[in-house]
T-cell receptor, first 109, second 114 residues
Framework: GQNIDQPTEMTATEGAIVQINCTYQ??????LFWYQQHAGEAPTFLSY??LDGLEEKGRFSSFLSRSKGYSYLLLKELQMKDSASYLC??????????WGAGTKLIIKP | ETGVTQTPRHLVMGMTNKKSLKCEQH?????MYWYKQSAKKPLELMFVYSLEERVENNSVPSRFSPECPNSSHLFLHLHTLQPEDSALYLCASSQGQGGYNEQFFGPGTRLTVL
């Protein structure tokens, strides 16, 4: 079957760095997405990786290793507003998105 | 209005009621989606419409009935729901159907079935 695994919850301190991991097993691979979802709000797009390596976008970076079925989202200089759920999703061979259950990130002062 | 809008934002209904959820996108996209989001579970794709034709129906019970009258509007008609259908229902749109385009989500309808 197809499966996306990510930690249920993580806690980090304001100003620090946090890495949220995502491992996947899917039938085919056509890219991996990260979305951010604040409580009670819509998910919003953060990044898309289809090739191996690191993509940097301001304080956020996303890494992909296709051979390992692994990705991570790196958040630097954490701010209180980064408290949210982070959703990992993989596009399979049929270009269907398979979603993880999300990682709830709690930022403490 | 900009982006993707959904109405109502909250809905409480009995198991014998009939109601409809509405989604509208103002982005000029040609694909629209309905998702179900339950606590601590992955997003479940329910329906996909591309160019107003349904291209995906992931074994969703017939008590959920989608309608896409044009590329900007999407409805989810609800009938004889069960308490386990209580969840957040999210609408999304994208330019081009398929899992390689960014999807834009609406704020969702929080549905409670009594």
């Amino acid at each position: 079957g197809q499966n996306i695994d990510q930690p249920t919850e993580m806690t980090a301190t304001e100003g620090a760095i946090v890495q949220i991991n995502c491992t996947y097993q899917t039938s085919g691979f056509n890219g991996l997405f990260w979305y951010q979802q604040h409580a009670g709000e819509a998910p919003t797009f953060l990044s898309y990786n289809v090739l191996d390596g690191l993509e940097e976008k301001g304080r956020f970076s996303s890494f992909l290793s296709r051979s390992k079925g692994y990705s991570y989202l790196l958040l630097k200089e954490l701010q209180m507003k980064d408290s949210a759920s982070y959703l990992c999703a993989v596009s399979d061979s049929n270009y269907q998105l398979i979603w993880g259950a999300g990682t709830k990130l709690i930022i403490k002062p | 209005e900009t982006g993707v809008t959904q109405t109502p934002r909250h809905l409480v209904m009995g198991m014998t009621n009939k109601k409809s959820l509405k989604c509208e996108q103002h982005l000029g996209h040609n694909a629209m989606y309905w998702y179900k989001q339950s606590a601590k579970k992955p997003l479940e794709l329910m329906f996909v419409y591309s160019l107003e034709e349904r291209v995906e129906n992931n074994s969703v019970p017939s008590r959920f009935s989608p309608e896409c009258p044009n590329s900007s509007h999407l409805f989810l008609h609800l009938h004889t729901l069960q308490p386990e259908d209580s969840a957040l229902y999210l609408c999304a749109s994208s330019q081009g159907q398929g899992g390689y385009n960014e999807q834009f989500f609406g704020p969702g309808t929080r549905l409670t079935v009594l």
